[in-house]
C-alpha cells in the first residue's frame, strides 16, 4: 500500500493551495482517508477526513469554512483544498488511511504517507 502526497508549497496569507494523495495498492477501499499534520514538536491533529466509500467529510474545527476534502474514487486520490491560508496552518501534512476503524479522529490510522510541507508566509 502506497500514499503518495503532492501539492505542499508556499502561498501569502489568504492564498490557497490544494493537495492531492495518490493511494495504491489497496484490495478494498479504506473506510477512511484523512489528512492530518504535525508541527514540529507538537501533536500530530486531524484536519480532515473522507468515507470513500460514502462521501461523507469530516473537519476540525478550525478549517471548517476554509477546507474542503473530496475523493476522486476512480483515481483513488484524496484531494484537500484550502482556502484563506493563515500562517498559523504552515506544517507536514500527511494523507493517512484507516481500513476498518469506525471514526476519524482516533489516531490509529494503518497507512501513512510521507508527507507535504506548506507554509504561509506573510
Known amino acids: 500500500v502506497h500514499l503518495t502526497e503532492s501539492g505542499g508549497g508556499s502561498v501569502q496569507i489568504g492564498g490557497s493551495l490544494t493537495l492531492s494523495c495518490a493511494a495504491s495498492?489497496?484490495?478494498?477501499?479504506?473506510?477512511?482517508m484523512a489528512w492530518i499534520r504535525q508541527a514540529p514538536g507538537k501533536k500530530r491533529e486531524g484536519v480532515a477526513a473522507?468515507?470513500?466509500?460514502?462521501?461523507?467529510?469530516y473537519y476540525t474545527d478550525s478549517v471548517k469554512g476554509r477546507f474542503t476534502i473530496s475523493h476522486d474514487n476512480a483515481k483513488n486520490t484524496v484531494f484537500l483544498q484550502m482556502n484563506n491560508l493563515k500562517p498559523e496552518v504552515s506544517t507536514a501534512y500527511y494523507c493517512?488511511?484507516?481500513?476498518?476503524?469506525?471514526?476519524?479522529?482516533?489516531?490509529?490510522?494503518?497507512?501513512w504517507g510521507q508527507g507535504t510541507q506548506v507554509s504561509v508566509y506573510a
Open positions: 495498492g489497496y484490495t478494498n477501499r479504506p473506510n477512511f
Open positions: 493517512a488511511a484507516k481500513l476498518n476503524g469506525v471514526d476519524w479522529y482516533h489516531d490509529d490510522y494503518d497507512h
Open positions: 473522507i468515507q470513500p466509500m460514502t462521501g461523507t467529510s
